[in-house]
């Protein structure tokens, strides 16, 4: 909680009603200037129940007032495991019991896969029977099947989750998978320079994949090959990330190792959140 003297938390506001209300006016202009600046959510922020269900719990319902049930429901189911607080064990823990994943995360009202496969599609407009893209944080294998709509034909995964792995392998699109968590320590399954094409579509928020997880990624793609991500805007200010995603991706732009060729943003990443794309082009002398 940012202002906690508007907040029943914090007590009550005990001036005179025109003072008062000249301070909650103070705490909505200081909270634009926050929301402008970036500024992340204080950590471990108190969540009052006061009996209000539609009490304000930032990126856990921020945007849910005007969603139909199924939507809500499903917003919600995914916002647990992106809420912060899980240990990765925890949230693979999660992902391995969410057997309704690819109801709640379906077509329309995720538009991940199919944005991230767009991405591939722009990055690779020929060969596309050949490319080995190996897909990140591959889950139940939704960004294979939209890269299949697209042409494409050769695919590896990768996935902490061994049950949402199993779904991916009932697909059969997929010729190879890794059961591993992608940090910064190098896999020891993949070597340099494997892959001409690495994806990643909802890989990255918090708890997922850590920030110098874009070193392994680079470690493991073609000199000259294209790493694509695609994610939740918002989640570029999460405490895990506000101060080392983008800034690392910017770090390792400085120091020789990649191009950003593309960074775009998307409507409808997820319900009415927005997404962002982000294409690198590794460099010939990355290794
Ligand atoms: C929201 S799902 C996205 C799945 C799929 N890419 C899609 O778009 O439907 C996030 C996935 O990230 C995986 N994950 C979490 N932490 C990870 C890590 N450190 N490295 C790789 N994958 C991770 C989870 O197991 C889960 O399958």
Wanted: aromatic share 10%; charged share 25%; hydrophobic share 35%.
């Amino acid at each position: 909680m940012r202002f906690r003297c508007v907040d029943t938390s914090g007590g009550a506001l005990q001036f005179s009603p025109k003072r008062t209300c000249n301070i909650i006016v103070a705490t909505a202009v200081l909270h634009n200037i926050c929301i402008d600046n970036k500024v992340p959510d204080p950590v471990g922020r108190a969540v009052i129940n006061d009996g209000n269900d539609n009490v304000y719990r930032g990126t856990l319902n921020d945007g849910t007032e005007n969603m139909d049930s199924e939507d809500k429901k499903a917003f919600e189911v995914n916002a647990r495991v992106f809420s912060g607080g899980l240990s990765k064990e925890q949230v693979i823990d999660y992902y391995n019991k969410w057997d309704d994943y690819e109801a709640h995360l379906q077509p329309g009202r995720y538009n991940g896969p199919a944005y991230a496969a767009e991405a591939v599609d722009r990055s690779f407009p020929s060969n596309k029977d050949t490319i080995e893209i190996l897909d990140v944080a591959a889950g139940t294998g939704l960004v294979g099947e939209e890269l299949v709509k697209k042409g494409f034909k050769r695919f590896h995964a990768l996935d902490p989750s061994e049950n949402m792995l199993r779904k991916a392998r009932m697909k059969n699109i997929y010729e190879k998978f890794f059961c591993e968590f992608l940090s910064v320590e190098p896999s020891p399954n993949i070597s340099n320079g494997t892959y001409p094409c690495v994806v990643c579509s909802g890989g990255f928020g918090s708890g997922h994949i850590p920030s110098d997880g874009l070193l392994e990624m680079i470690r493991i793609t073609k000199p000259g090959g294209m790493i694509i991500i695609v994610m939740r805007e918002e989640y570029l200010n999460i405490p895990e990330y506000c101060n080392s995603l983008e800034p690392l991706m910017k770090k390792y732009e400085k120091e020789g190792l990649w191009v950003c060729v593309e960074k775009s943003i998307v409507h409808k990443y997820f319900c009415d959140k927005t997404g962002i794309i982000f294409r690198f082009q590794v460099n010939q002398n990355s290794q």
